[in-house]
Each structure stands twice: as structure tokens, then as C-alpha cells.
């Protein structure tokens, strides 16, 4: 069963210095248990956290222009990066946007 994390009024600065406000949901599957308990603390807050050091990071390197536009490529950044990381670091986590 997927588990979800729901962001609500996330402040962000843009590259064009506009701050912003952005709603996010992420659902992710723990794929191992056992891995999970044993790598991390807390997995569903390194979880929350990593996704929305995530979406900052990436909607910081982006035009306000480009995040109005650009939601479909944003997914997939955020996709990509919370996989690599998540798989790289505590080899658990498998993710859907």
C-alpha cells in the first residue's frame, strides 16, 4: 500500500527571486521493511524531508515562468532525484508522483 505525504503552502524562492507558495503530494512504497528499519530512523520523516529538500531544490532553479509551465518535467525531476536518493542512500524507497 502506498503511503502519502501531502505538503501544503510550501514557501519557495525562485531563480527570478519570486517567493512562492506550491502544494505537493508524494506517494511512495517502503519496497524492503527490513532494509528500512535498519538503515533509517525514521523512514517516513527522512522520507517527508528529503522530498521537500527535493521540490525546493529543483523549483529553485526555475523561472516563475517555467514552474506555471513546466509541471509535467518538474514531476519527472522530482521522480528521478527522490528515486536516485532514495535508492542510493537507504535502498528502500520506490515512488510515484
Known sequence: M???ILYSLVQVLTKDSVTVSVDAVVYYRVSNATVSVANVENAHHSTR???QTTLRNILGTKNLHEILSDRESISG????NLL???KCLWKYLCLTL
Open 2 to 4: 502506498p503511503l502519502k
Open 49 to 51: 524531508l528529503l522530498a
Open 77 to 80: 525531476s522530482m521522480q528521478v
Open 84 to 86: 536516485l536518493a532514495g
